[in-house]
């Protein structure tokens, strides 16, 4: 009984050592999201805050505003 005891024990703290190896990897995959996320942030404010696409955005909320209800 005490052999698999043991045995379990092993197995319990291989388990434990291999799970911490791959505790950095989610990290980084989270600061590679957040990354993609703020440079698709700055291109999309860089578009919106273009010449034509202000114009263009600034002439629908008026026809939006002026129509008739």
Do not use: H, W
Not at 19 to 27: E, F, Y
Not at 49 to 56: E, K, L
Request: proline share 1%; with cysteine; net charge positive.
């Amino acid at each position: 009984m005490y052999q698999a005891v043991r045995a379990r024990l092993r197995a319990l703290v291989c388990r434990a050592r291999a799970a911490r190896r791959d505790a950095g990897m989610v990290t980084s995959e989270y600061a590679m999201g957040i990354v993609a996320a703020v440079a698709f942030a700055v291109v999309l404010y860089k578009v919106v805050t273009s010449g034509p696409v202000s114009a263009a955005l600034q002439n629908i909320v008026k026809q939006a505003l002026d129509g008739r209800m």
